[in-house]
C-alpha cells in the first residue's frame, strides 16, 4: 500500500499513527466542506491511511462519508478530530456531536485544537467582543480542560488525547496538572518553522509531534535551498519538506486535492542525505505563515506573548 512508516504514540501504549495523514480542511463554506469528500475518497483510494480532520473545519461528515465510500474498514484508517474553543467547557458533549456528524463510534485521536478557550454563546464558533477581537475567558483555562478530556479515554470513544497549537509555555503549563501525558502535539512545523525547542520537549515526554502545513506555503517552496534539495533529488519542494519531516520522526498532514499530489506526497518521497537534513535545518526564520482572523497582533483573542511564540 505504502512506504509510509508507522509511529507508535508512547503516552498511548499499542497505538501506532501513520506517519504521512491528509489534512482534511477544506475552505469556509458549507459547499468546500461537502466537496472534499471526493479528494478524501481518492486519497483513500491511493493509500491513505490517516485522516486529519476538526470540528473547525466542517469535514467531520465528509471524512466519515468518504471513509464509507471507500469500502475500507475503519478499523484500518487512523482518524484524527480536534475540540473547538467554544467547547472547552463541554468536552464531552463536543466529542458526542463529532462522531455523530462523522458517524464513527470513537476517534482514533482527539485533540485540544488551541489553548484559548472562548466563551460558549448560541454555539458560536467565532463569538467577537465589541471590539472585534475574540471572546476569550480565563477558565476552563488548559489544565481544567485537559482534565475533562482525560475522562474521555475511559469511554472507548477516543484511543489516545493529545494538543494542537502548545508552545513549550502552555505545554509546560498543562503537564502541571495532566494525569495523562499528551500523545500528540500538533502545531506549524517546515524548515522556516523547526520548533526545536518545543521538539526537545516534547521529545522528553514521548509526544509525538504533528506538522500542520508542512510545506510552507511558498516562502518554503519557492526558498533557494528547498528548491536545490529538489533538483537534486528530482522532485517537488513540498516533498522535500516532508521528507525532512519524516527524518525528525515527526508525522505531517498535508492537504491534497490533487490525485497527482496525493501520490507524491504518499508514496514517491525522496530519502535524504545527510547534507540535506543539515541544510534544511539551517533555514529557521520564527515563521508563522498560518493566517488567523482577527488583529494582526492577536491569534484567536491570545497576545504572541500568551501564546508562547
Known amino acids: 500500500m505504502s512506504q509510509i512508516p508507522l509511529f507508535e504514540l508512547k503516552n498511548a501504549p499499542g497505538i501506532k499513527i501513520p506517519a504521512i495523514g491528509l489534512g482534511c480542511w477544506s ?20 493509500g491513505y491511511r490517516h485522516m486529519d480532520t476538526a470540528h ?9 462519508n468518504a471513509i464509507r465510500e471507500s469500502g475500507i474498514p475503519r478499523e484500518e484508517i487512523f482518524v484524527t ?12 458533549e463536543s466529542l458526542e456531536e463529532s462522531l455523530k456528524r462523522a458517524g464513527f463510534e470513537y476517534y ?10 472562548f466563551v460558549f454563546r448560541n454555539d458560536d464558533p467565532n463569538p467577537l467582543r465589541e471590539d472585534g477581537n475574540y471572546d476569550v475567558v480565563d477558565h476552563p483555562d488548559v489544565n481544567e480542560t485537559w482534565a475533562d478530556m482525560e475522562k474521555l479515554l475511559e469511554t472507548g470513544k477516543v484511543k489516545a488525547i493529545g494538543i494542537s497549537n502548545f508552545s513549550v509555555k502552555t505545554l509546560t503549563q498543562l503537564l502541571k496538572t495532566a494525569k495523562v501525558t499528551p500523545a500528540v502535539n500538533q502545531v506549524e512545523i517546515h524548515p522556516h518553522q523547526n520548533q526545536n525547542e518545543l521538539k526537545e520537549l516534547c521529545d522528553s515526554k514521548g509526544i509525538v509531534l504533528t506538522a500542520y502545513s508542512p510545506s510552507g506555503y511558498a516562502p518554503v517552496r519557492e526558498d533557494p ?6 533538483k537534486k533529488h528530482n522532485v517537488s519542494p513540498a ?17 491534497s486535492i490533487k490525485v497527482e499530489h496525493q501520490r507524491a506526497n504518499l508514496l514517491e518521497l525522496p530519502k535524504l542525505d545527510e547534507e540535506d537534513i543539515a541544510t534544511l535545518g539551517t533555514l529557521h526564520k520564527n515563521a508563522h505563515y498560518c493566517g488567523y482572523p482577527g488583529p494582526k497582533d492577536r491569534v484567536l483573542g491570545w497576545t504572541y506573548e500568551q501564546m508562547g511564540w
Open 27 to 46: 475552505g469556509l463554506t458549507d459547499e468546500e466542506h461537502n466537496a472534499g469528500k471526493a479528494w478524501m475518497l481518492t486519497a483513500l483510494q491511493n
Open 239 to 255: 516533498q522535500v519538506s516532508l521528507a525532512w519531516h519524516l527524518s525528525r520522526g515527526i508525522v505531517a498532514v498535508p492537504k
Open 56 to 64: 473547525g473545519y466542517g469535514t467531520e461528515h465528509s471524512v466519515g
Open 108 to 117: 482514533d485521536l482527539y485533540l485540544m485544537h488551541w489553548p484559548q478557550a
Open 81 to 92: 478530530t480536534k475540540l473547538p474553543s467554544h467547547h472547552h467547557g463541554r468536552v464531552k
Open 225 to 230: 535551498a528547498v528548491v536545490a534539495i529538489a
